[in-house]
């Protein structure tokens, strides 16, 4: 394949073929020409991620010819010729941009991936990682918060007021099989399932304070993982299954903690900052990403390196800004942000240099960003 060379200077990822190294990337030009229903649906989810950008045929660095007939569809790309059945719609746009994606990066793409969130109204929502096609998931007239999707896409815990308490829930995403997974006395929520999906950790007060314990996809065998006298609160699991980062108030002021599977091991991970919250594991296991409150109080998105402890502000001065969740690929996030007015869904690349809105008119919190089906 054909290496592109980016002009770039200081390093913070490398692609296989393009080299994405942020403090000063430039944007890779491309032009699609042919396929009048496909090629913007391409062209967007290229462009959201903040990678490639829209360039006319004379001056891009790449061309797409996409062309078609009543029994297939032909993506011509770096030489390359990728072939799909006919007839064209905006999943198969998504799945031809994740190839092209693939094709010039040599990693994998966010663009078969799916978002949950609750909405303004408390119900579950579904939506394509570009915003669009929201679906809702829950239509119980309660609160229903906190939404997480297990690691096969398949299934989405959340925490419902349907029993005037909140408990722990779990519906698949096609709103079959809504079962409880623990509707114990206080607070059930928080959920994060581990990556061979045999196990959920959670957040429960039955014994008089919030702490993290263990139990299996239905419920049972609990085991807990903090003790003491502090609060401890929104696990995530580590995409090895070996550790899960946690808040606690241990020293004082919420902040981000990591342990082992089994409880030991405790470490603290944040040291700047008196309020950091809702970690979430990156899928490549380097970064966990949360919301920390700075110094004028604002709430913004931040990352955190494990093993050095370095942290990266993403979003500044732009509203609040919380409750961020990482692609199935690492490379992006979502996050929910006040900055034009509501409560709309965002996404970004790592270092914040790229974001763009991708809902308008609807308020969500908490976002999930789940894998590529």
């Known amino acids: 394949m054909i290496r592109i060379s980016l002009f770039v200077l200081c390093a913070f990822w490398t692609f296989a073929h393009i080299k994405v190294e942020q403090a000063r990337f430039r944007p890779f030009q491309i032009s699609i020409t042919g396929q009048a229903e496909l090629c913007p649906i391409i062209l967007e989810d290229l462009e959201l991620s903040g990678v490639f950008k829209s360039a006319q045929p004379s001056s891009a660095e790449a061309q797409i010819e996409i062309s078609s007939d009543p029994q297939s569809i032909r993506v011509k790309a770096q030489n390359k010729l990728f072939r799909y059945q006919s007839p064209a719609s905006r999943q198969l746009a998504h799945r031809i941009a994740s190839d092209l994606y693939k094709l010039f990066t040599g990693e994998p793409a966010f663009f078969n991936s799916k978002i949950v969130a609750s909405n303004e109204k408390k119900q579950i929502i579904l939506l394509d990682f570009d915003g669009e096609n929201p679906k809702p998931i829950t239509t119980h007239p309660s609160i229903n918060i906190l939404p997480i999707f297990s690691p096969n896409g398949q299934e989405i815990a959340f925490t419902s007021y349907a029993r005037n308490n909140p408990d722990l829930y779990s519906i698949r995403t096609d709103r079959s099989h809504l079962r409880i997974l623990s509707n114990r006395p206080g607070i059930n929520s928080g959920a994060s399932f581990s990556p061979n999906e045999q196990e959920i950790a959670t957040t429960l007060s039955y014994e008089g304070k919030s702490d993290i314990y263990l139990m299996d996809t239905q419920g049972q065998n609990l085991r807990k993982l903090t003790s003491g006298f502090s609060i401890n609160t929104s696990p995530s699991f580590s995409p090895d299954g070996k550790q899960i980062a ?113 809902t308008r008119g609807v308020q969500y919190w908490t976002p999930s960003w789940g894998p590529n089906l």
């Open 246 to 358: 946690f808040v606690s108030n241990r020293s004082g002021n919420p902040q981000i903690y990591t342990m082992h599977q089994d409880g030991s091991h405790i470490k603290r991970i944040t040291w700047q900052g008196k309020y950091n919250q809702s970690p979430k594991w990156s899928p490549l296991g380097d970064q966990i990403v949360f919301t920390g409150r700075d110094e004028q109080k604002n709430f913004d998105v931040f990352l955190v390196n494990v093993q050095s402890g370095r942290v990266t502000r993403v979003t500044q001065d732009q509203g609040r800004n919380d409750e961020a969740s990482f692609a199935p690929n690492g490379r992006m996030l979502v996050f929910a942000s006040t900055r034009n007015g509501g409560r709309d869904l965002f996404i970004s690349n790592l270092d914040g240099t790229f974001q763009k809105q991708i």
